[in-house]
């Protein structure tokens, strides 16, 4: 099923199954039974497809991303987190911190994994039996906070309003049995910056939710950004940041565009 988040012109919002150019209610409960009625929804906005409860990342989770930044291969997955009010929906702004400054934000193209029930201690080969489904993410990050101003960690750099765009639809899992066979691409403008597959990922995706569960319960609803392949615009020469103007689009083979502008932060 293609589940999108809408909402309509009363603002009510919904979840419904997207069939070709028309979007069916879903009813019940997205993390235990729900189906897809014949009410058939008119969005007016395309909203992320989840509302996360917590939101995990995975760094330096492609050989070529690893190698470009300087970085040695991980042993073991590098895990940080992203703030749930940094979402941002399809199409919205991202937008430049000017009130905490930064002039270094970077694009990061990424397959989102989304978990579906309460899991802990899984192993790898039951890890994807926890997965509701997938959708395409941008890690967008503020490097200059990321690496010099955020005390030491990555957390601050990576969690500015609108640095979490995900979306457009949540395909769930029955729809992508291997998470491990999906091309991937960044483009910015119309420049292809990133191009990658998933299988080139160092820890696969039953690996991350293994290693993440191991005794650390993820609840429903959390969404796991599992890296980013190589291209990103600090490692490029000259390097190119994001500026007011751009737009940045996330594509994965199997999930669809998402599309999102880039604008200054009015303060």
């Known amino acids: 099923m293609e589940i999108a988040r809408?909402?309509?012109?009363?603002?009510?919002?919904h979840y419904g199954s997207e069939i070709g150019n028309q979007v069916y209610r879903i009813e019940g409960d997205l993390y235990g039974k729900f189906q897809q009625t014949d009410e058939l929804l008119q969005p007016i906005k395309r909203l992320a497809p989840i509302v996360p409860t917590a939101i995990f990342c995975i760094g330096l989770n492609y050989k070529d991303h690893a190698e470009e930044t300087?970085?040695?291969?991980?042993?073991?997955?590098?895990?940080?987190?992203?703030?749930?009010?940094?979402?941002?929906?399809p199409s919205d702004l991202i937008l430049l911190p000017r009130h905490l400054h930064s002039d270094q934000v970077d694009f990061e193209a990424e397959l989102a994994v989304v978990i579906g029930k309460r899991c802990k201690n899984v192993?790898?080969?039951?890890?994807?039996?926890?997965?509701?489904?997938?959708?395409?993410?941008?890690?967008?990050?503020?490097?200059?906070?990321?690496?010099?101003h955020g005390g030491g960690q990555w957390v601050k750099g990576k969690s500015f309003d609108t640095f979490c765009p995900l979306g457009p639809i949540l395909v769930t899992a029955d729809r992508i049995p291997n998470p491990q066979i999906l091309p991937i691409r960044g483009i910015?403008?119309?420049?292809?910056?990133?191009?990658?597959?998933?299988?080139?990922?160092?820890?696969?995706?039953?690996?991350?939710?293994?290693?993440?569960?191991g005794s650390t319960t993820l609840l429903p609803g959390t969404v796991i950004l599992t890296g980013t392949p190589s291209g990103v615009g600090m490692a490029a020469d000259?390097?190119?940041?994001?500026?007011?103007?751009?737009q940045f689009t996330v594509e994965i083979t199997g999930i669809g565009c998402l599309r999102n502008p880039v604008a200054a932060e009015t303060i």
């Open 6 to 13: 809408i909402q309509q012109a009363d603002g009510s919002i």
């Open 70 to 89: 300087g970085s040695p291969l991980p042993e073991h997955p590098v895990v940080f987190m992203k703030n749930p009010a940094s979402v941002c929906h």
């Open 123 to 148: 192993s790898v080969d039951h890890a994807l039996d926890y997965v509701l489904g997938y959708t395409c993410a941008n890690d967008v990050s503020a490097r200059d906070w990321q690496k010099f």
């Open 188 to 213: 910015l403008n119309s420049d292809i910056r990133q191009e990658s597959w998933t299988g080139d990922m160092i820890f696969s995706v039953a690996e991350i939710i293994s290693f993440l569960s």
């Open 238 to 246: 000259p390097q190119r940041f994001l500026k007011q103007g751009d």
